[in-house]
């Protein structure tokens, strides 16, 4: 029988401005759904850790983060 005994996602998350709409509205649109995403993280207790935050030059933003996967114990993937 195996039984897991931590679990953590890697996972780098690119969050693009919409085409759509104007540079400057899509940037502060990027920045909303960034705050929006930690927020949910926030609410939801879900164990993270943001390892990088770039933004970049076309002011979309990468987020490299380890989160809990599934409720499982993270384990030593935190430290």
Do not use: W
């Amino acid at each position: 029988m195996k039984r897991i005994k931590a679990a953590c996602l890697e996972q780098t998350i690119h969050f693009q401005l919409k085409e759509e709409i104007g540079q400057a509205a899509a940037a502060r649109a990027v920045k909303e759904e960034v705050e929006k995403y930690k927020a949910q993280l926030e609410r939801s207790r879900v164990k993270h850790k943001i390892m990088e935050e770039l933004i970049q030059p076309d002011e979309s933003i990468i987020i490299k983060i380890k989160k809990q996967y599934n409720n499982h114990d993270c384990g030593e993937y935190m430290a």
